[in-house]
């Protein structure tokens, strides 16, 4: 069974900075690509940025250029370094890992104050 668990999240001023982490265990077939994902209160979940087992990175428009995603095989853990944070990056962040199947961590809360 597949487990994704992040950390990393917490509270921070706007123009502030965190890193998030998730280590992936269990045992896995197949690892396409990990990402992140977030869901603001009232809104959808949506993709933050993601990267394939060949270092593809793929960034939301909102994010271009504060945050950066990297991963190390080995560990098989990623990371987004958030920096420049806003209010509006407030929500919880999912990693996301797509295998065999769709696997979610249990999510982390980021808060951004004004």
């Known amino acids: 069974q597949v487990q994704l668990v992040e950390s990393g999240g917490g509270l921070v001023q706007a123009g502030g900075s965190l890193r998030l982490s998730c280590a992936a265990s269990?045992?896995?077939?197949?690892?396409?690509?990990m990402g992140w994902y977030r869901q603001a209160p009232g809104k959808q979940r949506e993709l933050v940025a993601s990267?394939?087992?060949?270092?593809?990175?793929n960034y939301a428009d909102f994010v271009k250029g504060r945050f950066t995603i990297s991963r190390d095989g080995a560990k098989r853990t990623i990371y987004l370094q958030m920096n420049s944070l806003e209010p509006e990056d407030t929500a919880v962040y999912y990693c996301?890992?797509?295998?065999?199947?769709?696997?979610w961590g249990q999510g982390t809360q980021v808060t951004v104050s004004s």
């Open positions: 269990g045992t896995i077939f197949r690892l396409n690509a």
């Open positions: 996301n890992m797509k295998g065999l199947h769709d696997y």
């Open positions: 990267i394939t087992n060949s270092d593809f990175r």
